[in-house]
């Protein structure tokens, strides 16, 4: 029986340091292209997951009165 080596688990947001370490020289245009439109659709994502957590927090705090004046 062959055991099949552990995958190393990558730590929270260690792909998106490594993305921006990355060598922008050995990309042509259109792939530079891609790659904007791709981290523009991370950035609508993330501002996304924000706006819902700021909505809980809103909903949250309405219904147990927290407001502070």
Known sequence: ?????ASTRLQ????????AREDLEL???EELEERI????A????TQAQIDKRHATRSAADALFNFKQD
């Not at 991370?42 to 994502?45: K, L, N, Y």
Request: proline share 4%; aromatic share 4%.
């Open 1 to 5: 029986m062959s055991e099949e080596p």
């Open 12 to 19: 929270r947001g260690q792909t998106l340091h490594e993305a």
């Open 27 to 29: 990309y042509g245009v």
């Open 37 to 40: 439109a791709a981290l523009q």
């Open 42 to 45: 991370e950035i609508a994502r």
